[in-house]
């Protein structure tokens, strides 16, 4: 690392990132950037910018390396990685990897959180879960342009029935109606969701994750700043980050909860 990066990233250790790192707006390139529209704690829709753990990171982490990050709303999560696939838009601030989405991104190589992702289920359905064959001619809610990775997006493709919705509450409504078997979500998120649409008695998580995957910073290989990605792999790093990341998880979810209480 150069002697100017090293001391922008012991003034973001120094930090904690807890603030806007101050430096002069006039001299900063602008990365586009763009993040699940539903997915709270790590990325909501709030007023018309992306707010949550995922997008204070990545305006943190990059912000320290001398960039603005734009997070105004581009439209849903299927509509967001269009965007970056055509670099119209630079930065995805997390998702998981995948064949397809490799073809048009550059991913870190250290993710920049980890995500369980369960089957949410109606308690008067009885689904169980404990392999991908649980699964099988299930209907099985998915939002638009959620990926799991490779191989459970083939699975389901080909041995359940995936209905997609565009946001989560209408999925948790259509499990609650018993209309679908199941839900896919973070662990995290959907726990969360579940309490703000007083659905946690009628709908639970299955203890076995279907995808223990990792969320990932990933740029278009159309932007022209796709090198910061190993400068931001120095950052990912540290300790600082992971106990950073752990509060923000927990501010986040109380943040959210008073943001829908208030709409």
Known sequence: ??????????????????????????????????????????NWLQGDRIVGVCAEAAQQLFGTLGFDVDLTYVGPW????????????????????????????????????????????NKAGGLEYEKPASLDGKLIGLVRG?????????????????????????????????RIDGVIIGRQSGQHLLNLYDLDEHIVDRPIPLVEGDLYFSISKKSPHYQTLSSVEDLLNTPDYQLWLQRALKRYSKLHKGYIEEN
């Not at 990685?81 to 550059?106: A, W």
Request: proline fraction near 3%; hydrophobic fraction near 40%.
């Open 78 to 121: 299927k509509r967001c990685q269009q965007m970056v696939s055509s670099g119209e838009v630079d930065l995805n601030i997390c998702s998981f990897k995948n064949p397809e989405r490799e073809t048009y991104s550059h991913f870190s190589h250290t993710p920049m959180a980890s995500n369980e992702n369960a089957l949410f289920v």
């Open 146 to 178: 959620v990926s799991l990775g490779g191989f459970f997006d083939h699975y389901l493709l080909e041995n359940s029935h995936v209905i997609r919705g565009e946001n989560y509450y209408r999925l948790f409504s259509m499990l609650f109606l018993e």
């Open 1 to 42: 690392m150069g002697r100017l990066l090293k001391y922008r990233v012991l003034l973001w250790l120094l930090t904690s990132l807890g603030a806007t790192q101050a430096f002069s707006a006039e001299d900063r390139p602008i990365l586009t950037a763009c993040g699940h529209h539903d997915y709270a704690p790590w």
